[in-house]
């Protein structure tokens, strides 16, 4: 039996930052947010400029009381061609993409050379509202603004967040000085280039790998690797209990206990294998129901994270469909088998 010890510390491992993170989850924001992601801006001639605002207004949300920023690796561009939409985005689009990002919020953008005023460039952005109509904003500077923590850069993030939510440059934490814009038209959406939407899954959901997903799997390969061992102890017990009772047929019915007659080879063999079967018979119990506990853990620590989440103001972040996990355990004589079927 000790030859299972490293196995057994290593199931008690998993379960350590499990519930250490379960404890971590179950304290409840102290007050409500709006949680938004901020896009990369999509431009096809100013791409220092884009990725400058879209981190200065990134920061701007940080610094905005009632709002919390959701992180995004991918641009609107990269959403937008994964998920086929038409050159001028619509109504339908947008809503896939907030599908996709499971999000009630987030702020998307172009921008293009101002060819009015050389040295410039103009932004349109948006803000996306599940089940509202969207806000947009334009501005216009100078192309020169490539530095996020730039002053000036700053304080158009800052005029380009109030236009789009209302919120006025006095919440920000850090002073901003005020920079009065010119109004400018409104910019017509660049067409997406012409390449089939390759893709993957996991880039055009925005999803990382999350702790609990990474727990939830490897509880649920060490259940089913506790399964199989479960299979094979039960396979050894059947074995060491059949060969017991062959060697006991050999012995004379007046003998009843075949550990006390150690004169008999083929006694002292029954014995031993009598008490295999024990020990074998124990192993299997042991982690059948550890491999159905680990397994189980898992499964369900897997679809919770599929369940829709919600933000601070009871918003629901995401498509409110859950998977449906179902396991079927089962242990014979010659193996033991775990199998699970996940149901989008």
Same mark, same amino acid.
């Given at each position: 039996?000790?030859?299972?010890?490293?196995?057994? /510390?290593?199931?008690?491992?998993?379960?350590?930052?499990?519930?250490?993170?379960?404890?971590?989850?179950?304290?409840?924001?102290?007050?409500?947010?709006?949680?938004?992601?901020?896009?990369?801006?999509?431009?096809?001639?100013?791409?220092?400029?884009?990725?400058?605002?879209?981190?200065?207004?990134?920061?701007?949300?940080?610094?905005?009381?009632? @709002?919390?920023?959701?992180?995004?690796? %991918?641009?609107?561009?990269?959403?937008?061609?994964? /998920?086929?939409?038409?050159?001028?985005?619509? #109504?339908?689009?947008?809503?896939?993409?907030?599908?996709?990002?499971?999000?009630?919020?987030?702020?998307?953008?172009?921008?293009?050379?101002?060819?009015?005023?050389?040295?410039?460039?103009?932004?349109?952005?948006?803000? @996306?509202?599940?089940?509202?109509?969207?806000?947009?904003?334009?501005?216009?500077?100078?192309?020169?603004?490539?530095?996020?923590?730039?002053?000036?850069?700053?304080?158009?993030?800052?005029?380009?967040?109030? %236009?789009? =939510?209302?919120?006025?440059?006095?919440?920000?934490?850090?002073?901003?000085?005020?920079?009065?814009?010119?109004?400018?038209?409104?910019?017509?959406?660049?067409?997406?280039?012409?390449?089939?939407?390759?893709? +993957? +899954?996991?880039?055009?959901?925005?999803?990382?790998?999350?702790?609990?997903?990474?727990?939830?799997?490897?509880?649920?390969?060490?259940?089913?690797?506790?399964?199989?061992?479960?299979?094979?102890?039960?396979?050894?017990?059947? #074995?060491?209990?059949?060969?017991?009772?062959?060697?006991? %047929? +050999?012995?004379?019915?007046?003998?009843?206990?075949?550990?006390?007659?150690?004169?008999?080879?083929?006694?002292?063999?029954?014995?031993?294998?009598?008490?295999?079967?024990?020990?074998?018979?124990?192993?299997?119990?042991?982690?059948? #129901?550890?491999?159905?506990?680990?397994? #189980?853990?898992?499964?369900?620590?897997?679809?919770?994270?599929?369940?829709?989440?919600? =933000?601070?103001?009871?918003?629901?972040?995401?498509?409110?469909?859950?998977?449906?996990?179902?396991?079927?355990?089962?242990?014979?004589?010659?193996?033991?088998?775990?199998?699970?079927?996940?149901?989008?």
């Amino acid at each position: 039996m000790a030859r299972w010890i490293p196995f057994a /510390l290593g199931l008690l491992l998993v379960f350590v930052p499990f519930f250490e993170s379960r404890v971590a989850r179950a304290d409840p924001p102290t007050a409500k947010t709006v949680a938004v992601y901020v896009l990369t801006i999509w431009t096809e001639d100013a791409d220092d400029q884009a990725d400058a605002l879209t981190k200065a207004l990134r920061l701007r949300v940080l610094q905005a009381p009632g @709002w919390s920023l959701i992180e995004a690796a %991918q641009s609107f561009e990269t959403l937008a061609i994964a /998920l086929k939409c038409p050159p001028s985005p619509d #109504g339908a689009c947008l809503q896939r993409i907030g599908d996709q990002l499971r999000a009630d919020h987030y702020v998307w953008g172009i921008m293009e050379k101002n060819k009015a005023t050389p040295g410039g460039v103009r932004a349109e952005l948006h803000l @996306w509202t599940r089940g509202k109509p969207s806000v947009t904003a334009h501005a216009a500077f100078s192309d020169g603004l490539k530095d996020p923590s730039d002053a000036s850069l700053r304080a158009i993030a800052t005029e380009l967040f109030g %236009q789009l =939510t209302g919120a006025d440059a006095a919440s920000v934490a850090t002073p901003i000085p005020p920079r009065a814009e010119p109004a400018v038209a409104p910019l017509p959406a660049p067409e997406p280039p012409a390449v089939a939407s390759s893709v +993957s +899954s996991a880039s055009a959901t925005g999803r990382g790998f999350p702790a609990q997903m990474a727990i939830g799997y490897t509880a649920l390969a060490l259940g089913a690797g506790a399964l199989v061992v479960s299979g094979i102890e039960a396979a050894r017990w059947v #074995g060491d209990s059949n060969d017991s009772t062959n060697d006991r %047929q +050999s012995i004379p019915r007046s003998v009843t206990d075949v550990c006390a007659e150690m004169t008999r080879p083929l006694a002292v063999d029954a014995c031993s294998k009598s008490k295999d079967a024990v020990s074998a018979s124990t192993l299997a119990w042991v982690f059948a #129901g550890v491999g159905a506990a680990l397994a #189980g853990t898992g499964a369900w620590l897997i679809a919770a994270d599929h369940a829709p989440t919600r =933000t601070a103001n009871g918003e629901v972040a995401g498509d409110a469909s859950k998977p449906r996990v179902a396991l079927w355990p089962s242990i014979g004589p010659r193996a033991g088998t775990l199998d699970v079927r996940i149901t989008f």
